[in-house]
């Protein structure tokens, strides 16, 4: 029997399948075997009282993106990939944004630029369509599914980014044909922009506003309005983001009528309210996101759909801004109005710790079920499983040593981003990543970083199965 490189011994394995008492054996950088007394390594590693998990893939993050003029996004890839390695993760998928006039590989080679020799971990892109013309329908977004870019997000809000209805049907057309998966942000832009002014008009311009312009109806329409779109086309979608009860039963009324409907949920949506900001005065702006966190009822219903199958995957929507900075959340216009704050909140490394305390913790969702939120179903959806996302023969030893009682109340101090606050402040998790491996490389151990930004890859993926096989 020939030497392994590494041996986890003494674990309980969670997989999507199954919780199983098991040691695994890794060598060059692949998962070897799985039983019990598998023979020597070069290394082995205790694993006893952990939990042995896949990696945690996190599917919609925003690194190192242009955020309009005067603002910097908090993290490029070096601080982003760190963060999400501290917090039991082994690949993101970021965004590769296309500004109007410019073509997608200009953008794609720019963002590659960035994150060449950077990344703790690996990544993946998404495109995300804010100019569909003739050239990028007709030749670069089908040469680029080719090549492995094989997911599009598209924008119903956001001036720089909004796609018209004729528009979204052009590019969920080229998706049908290429076998791309299409994500995408469903809020209606018109009514955000008639009540953010009619919100302005009387006065009401702290962050508070946010919410107030964007209530549930202006997501449960667009989301309707997407479904209706992808139907026409017959092509499936995924809805990201999803924040509340009304959202989440259109998926769900969908996906009853057999179209190839998903949805997301994230951390803030589980955990955060609106009524957070009442009182904070321009201190809300750490809050700001879209769709805006609602109340307790619509936290119980995005557990609902993570526990019943509406939601297939849970992502951090990262988008993270520094609050004590003017390029950031104290952006000198946001004192105007909430409208200018910059939109979005960091959240790559508590994603993990808070689905486990809030979910297996408390006995609403099983360690199966979590392994598939945080890990396997991204792998999936998105054209890389069984390479990522699981724990077998073959499989690339993306690996996470999961302590089930550690106790963490989290705060600024305890993260690794470049943030300078965590809306999760003060929040008591119980369980919290203690090793985080990529191909079957240690990045971090006990809390101290011991992998180098070059570690990580862009990954090219595969057409996803629930897309190309219309």
């Not at 990344?119 to 569909?132: E, G, K, N, Q």
Request: with cysteine; aromatic share 6%; proline share 5%.
């Amino acid at each position: 029997m020939s030497e392994f490189d590494i041996l986890i011994v003494g674990g309980t394995v969670a997989t999507h399948e199954c919780v199983m008492r098991q040691d695994v054996a890794i060598k060059d950088g692949v998962v070897a075997a799985l039983g019990e007394n598998l023979g020597t390594a070069k290394e082995t590693i205790d694993a006893n009282g952990l939990i042995v998990m896949p990696g945690g893939i996190d599917s919609h993050v925003h690194l190192a993106q242009p955020s309009g003029p005067g603002i910097t996004m908090a993290d490029d890839f070096e601080s982003g990939t760190r963060a999400a390695a501290f917090g039991g993760n082994t690949l993101v998928m970021p965004f590769c944004i296309q500004e109007r006039g410019k073509g997608l590989r200009i953008a794609l080679n720019e963002y590659h630029a960035k994150a060449k020799g950077k990344c703790y971990i690996d990544v993946s892109f998404h495109l995300v369509i804010a100019d569909p013309n003739e050239q990028v329908l007709g030749q670069e977004l089908p040469a680029l599914v080719a090549d492995g870019y094989t997911s599009f997000k598209i924008f119903m809000t956001y001036e720089a980014l909004k796609l018209a209805d004729r528009e979204i049907l052009e590019v969920l057309s080229v998706a049908r044909e290429t076998g791309a998966l299409v994500m995408v942000h469903a809020e209606n832009d018109d009514a955000i922009r008639f009540l953010t002014e009619k919100l302005e008009r009387a006065g009401h311009t702290l962050p508070t506003g946010h919410a107030l312009s964007r209530p549930i109806p202006v997501e449960r329409e667009a989301t309707h309005r997407a479904i209706s779109l992808a139907e026409i086309i017959d092509v499936p979608v995924m809805i990201v983001h999803v924040s509340n009860r009304e959202a989440m039963e259109e998926i769900a009324r969908a996906q009853a009528r057999g179209l190839k409907v998903m949805g997301e949920t994230c951390p803030q949506y589980l955990v955060l309210k609106a009524s957070d900001l009442n009182g904070l005065d321009i201190e809300g702006a750490k809050l700001v996101c879209s769709p805006p966190p609602r109340d307790a009822a619509s936290q119980e219903s995005c557990w609902e759909g993570l526990m019943n199958g509406t939601f297939s995957v849970f992502s951090s929507d990262h988008c993270p801004f520094r609050y004590n900075d003017e390029q950031g959340k104290l952006f000198p216009r946001g004192r105007e109005s909430f409208r200018y704050v910059p939109n979005g909140i960091p959240g790559i490394e508590t994603r993990l710790p808070i689905l486990f305390s809030e979910g297996v913790g408390k006995g609403r969702i099983s360690l199966e079920r979590f392994v598939e939120l945080a890990s396997t179903n991204h792998a999936k959806i998105y054209g890389l499983f069984p390479r990522k996302g699981t724990i077998a023969e073959g499989s690339d030893a993306d690996i996470v040593l999961w302590d089930p009682n550690r106790q963490v109340r989290i705060s600024r101090e305890v993260l690794h981003d470049a943030c300078d606050y965590t809306p999760y402040e003060g929040l008591e998790v119980t369980g919290w990543p203690t090793l985080t491996m990529l191909r079957g490389r240690v990045v971090v151990r006990d809390g101290k970083l011991v992998g180098e930004k070059s570690f990580g890859e862009h990954l090219a993926r595969e057409r996803s199965p629930f897309a190309s096989s219309q």
